[in-house]
């Protein structure tokens, strides 16, 4: 049974820091993608980072690169998004993903929702 669970989200000034984690439970086949995804009312979800579990390799969406940094700890299972320097336009609600099994590297760091059939139930971040 997969299961993911977010924590880490809240309020915060525009300039300031989150950290979001992501706590995975279940079997995760090796290369699999972890990812997070953020979606604002009445507008699409939105890829935002996204980790290939194997290699550590790391993607992010052009707006939160050099701001935020996504990590995995494979021994805890947990996915974390280190949030800086957020603005106002990162307010939404933050969801962490995994893909089913293993992703070429272009495809985890595509950040493309239809990859990642599992998901958290989100964490609401509002920057003011």
């Known amino acids: 049974h997969v299961q993911l669970v977010e924590s880490g989200g809240g309020s915060e000034q525009a300039g300031g820091s989150l950290r979001l984690s992501c706590a995975f439970s279940?079997?995760?086949?090796?290369?699999?993608?972890m990812a997070w995804f953020r979606q604002v009312p009445g507008q699409e979800r939105e890829g935002v980072a996204s980790?290939?579990?194997?290699?550590?390799?790391?993607y992010y969406t052009p707006s939160v690169k050099d701001r935020f940094t996504i990590s995995w700890d494979d021994a805890k299972k947990t996915a974390t998004l280190q949030m800086a320097t957020l603005k106002t336009e990162d307010t939404a609600m933050y969801y962490c993903?995994?893909?089913?099994?293993?992703?070429?590297?272009?495809?985890?760091?595509?950040?493309?929702?239809?990859?990642?059939?599992?998901w958290g139930q989100g964490t609401q971040v509002t920057v003011s």
């Open positions: 993903a995994r893909s089913r099994g293993r992703l070429l590297p272009s495809t985890c760091g595509a950040l493309t929702s239809t990859w990642f059939p599992y």
């Open positions: 980790i290939s579990t194997n290699e550590n390799s790391t």
């Open positions: 279940g079997y995760i086949s090796v290369g699999s993608c």
